[in-house]
């Protein structure tokens, strides 16, 4: 009977769990009431760190969209395969079986500047690159990653 009642409140809290960070045991509950912390602030910001500008200028490719121009006319570019041009600014390896990409070209809309690409090709942080990728929109991986504007399937084609 006990291996019954263990094995039933294993699987509550199982099926309960909303995801790392979450329960009685997570930062937010010792931070003290009205206090904004980096845990707090990442978690407003969908659960992803922001990401800082770099001091970058790049002249786009022939045919290559600037960033901004891609943020402010996203929907257009929705489905389609694009080419952009940038310095990379974060390389993250092997996450779910991808590479994942930030990029910027200096241009911004909106407050926007960093464009998130996933590939399956390698890339050094601070070259300058060229990609080609399909525009996805509002893209939601759980636990707050959510992209609003994501090229998939990157190429370095440069």
């Known amino acids: 009977m006990k291996k019954i009642i263990i094995s039933l409140a ?6 309960s769990c909303k995801g790392p960070g979450s329960g009685p045991l997570s930062k937010e509950s010792f931070d003290k009431k009205g206090e904004t912390t980096e845990a707090t602030e990442a978690q407003s910001h969908g659960g992803m760190v922001k990401p ?4 970058v ?5 022939e045919g290559c969209i600037k960033i901004a121009d891609l943020i402010a006319n996203k929907k257009s ?14 390389y993250n390896a092997e996450i779910m079986g991808k590479n994942w990409v930030h990029i910027q070209d200096g241009s911004e809309s909106n407050g926007q500047f ?3 690409i996933t590939t399956s090709q390698k890339v050094v942080v601070d070259e300058n690159v060229t ?8 893209k939601d991986f759980g636990y707050g990653y959510v992209y609003g504007i994501l090229m998939e399937e990157g190429k370095v084609v440069n």
């Open 10 to 15: 294993i699987m509550t809290a199982v099926i």
């Open 52 to 55: 800082e500008k770099a001091s």
């Open 57 to 61: 200028t790049i002249t786009p490719c």
């Open 77 to 90: 570019y929705a489905g389609k395969t694009i080419k952009v041009s940038g310095v990379v600014t974060k």
């Open 114 to 116: 960093d464009l998130t």
């Open 131 to 138: 990609f080609e990728g399909i525009i996805a929109l509002d």
